[in-house]
């Protein structure tokens, strides 16, 4: 794609890397058929082609945002397929990102939109507020439907509606500790205990050290470390989102310093996307650049390290049919896609894949509180190719697709490190069809 930047604008490493990515865009329009909001609204302006052009045209023009490309750029999941699409290596993440931050520098959104999005950044990322925060989601669970009711204010009524009925109590695997290894010990890694998943499921990470420990791996919670930085990255808050990267840094460089790393292990993948980049979003901070490149090359997704172990017979042979959901940020985001699948047939799972595996289920973080209309019909599109697999069980390696998907369907919905764990002598997961063992 042709560009006019001028050399002033070009001198901004910003736009400068901007320009670089759309000139890669030959105008094929390939991404557009695996793109979900195109797939279901059907307008080019919600594609990745008709997004590219729009960025160009407010970066070129050196623009504020207007209401119009907030309107597409905010449709846009982040999910990243057209980035496995794109036969010609247009780098869609690093462009749409740098889109975002500069709708947040430059439009005023409507107030009810400003005050939810900055309530989601100022809860979300901390797990005492958001525990707080899903209590009172639960009293308030009544009042959804008169919010569905005022536009503006969906995005609570969404919420209201994706709060779990309980909370698990908080979990002190959460807490700053080392895990020993049993056994001789083949291994060290740090873990990423991360916020809402930490609230929602904390018997994630408590599967994967125990998985992980079992299998002679010592497992760090370091002290420091906290939310990666996606959910705020995702809304265009980038002081805030590099913020969360510089502290996470800190926390691994110090576990690496102290004992070695043989890698930082994220069990939302989500997440995982967002650290692989943190090398990326710091590029430009000369106190950061090489850690943050060190700490991203040392990043990987839980399924991904298991995958280099030398694995045992599994302990029980658990005779469940799984449908495997490859959330985006792990297929598309880390392009980790066999790993997952291979590691459940191994433990003794039959493992299917639904149709249209490449479709988001309209999670993304955040999207499906501030998108709710297409994010609904994202999930009852994805939960209908998953049920018509006959599966007993649901696995997928993202807390919020986990979140997304058992809200709308029949089947257990749990992560695929938990089956793991389970297979190789841990606990069962709850809610498993079968007897309890
Ligand atoms: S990231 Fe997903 S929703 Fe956004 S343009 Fe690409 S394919 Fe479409
Ligand atoms: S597939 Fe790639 S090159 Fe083709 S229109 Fe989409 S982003 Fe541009």
Redesign the pocket.
Known sequence: MQTSFTPAQLADPHVAEAESILR?????????ATCPTYVTLGNELDS??GR?YLIKDMLENGRAADAGIVTHVDRCLSCLA?MT????G?H?MHLVDHARAHIEKTYTRPLPDRLVRAALAAILPHPARFRVALALARLGRPFARLFDAVPPLRPLAAMLRLASASVPAASPVSRPATHEAQGPRRGRVAILTGCAQSVLEPGINEATIALLTRLGVEVVVPQGEGCCGALVHHMGREDDALAAARRNVDAWMRTMEEGGLDAVIVTASGCGTTIKDYGFMLRLDPAYAEKAARVSALARDVTEYLATLDLPEPAVRPGLTVAYHSACSLQHGQRVTRQPKDLLARAGFTVREPAEAHLCCGSAGTYNILQPGIATTLRDRKVANIEALGADVVAAGNIGCITQIASGCGLPVVHTVRLLDWAYGGQRPPGLPGPAA
């Open positions: 890669k865009c030959v105008h094929c329009g390939f991404c557009t990745p082609r590219i057209c699409t794109c036969p010609s247009v869609y």
